[in-house]
């Protein structure tokens, strides 16, 4: 009875504990998301002002070029998240 209790409180603690991390991850996956919309719309706001102002073509200066450096970064960083959180959600521990 004793031994099985114990064992029933450490599943719930590990339990709790990937419930805990897989919140967290996803909190982040969440932040991530809202930084990625907020580079692609200055990605789109810099590409308007740059068509705006060059009606023969749009040429990407260096912002757009580091919005799209930085987007991608970002995008990299969701993946991860998203592995994490599927890993944690299958149950295994790192």
Known sequence: GVKTG???AATLKT???R???TANLRYQLFRLNEKAQEK???IGGQIYDTAAKNQKGVR???RVRKLVLEAKQIEGQIKK???EI???S???DK
Request: no cysteine; aromatic share 4%; glycine share 8%.
């Open 60 to 62: 990407v200066n260096e």
């Open 6 to 8: 114990q064992k029933g």
């Open 86 to 88: 599927d890993h944690l």
């Open 40 to 42: 692609f719309a200055e």
């Open 19 to 21: 419930m805990a991390q």
């Open 90 to 92: 299958k149950g295994q």
């Open 81 to 83: 998240l998203k592995s």
């Open 15 to 17: 339990e709790a504990r």
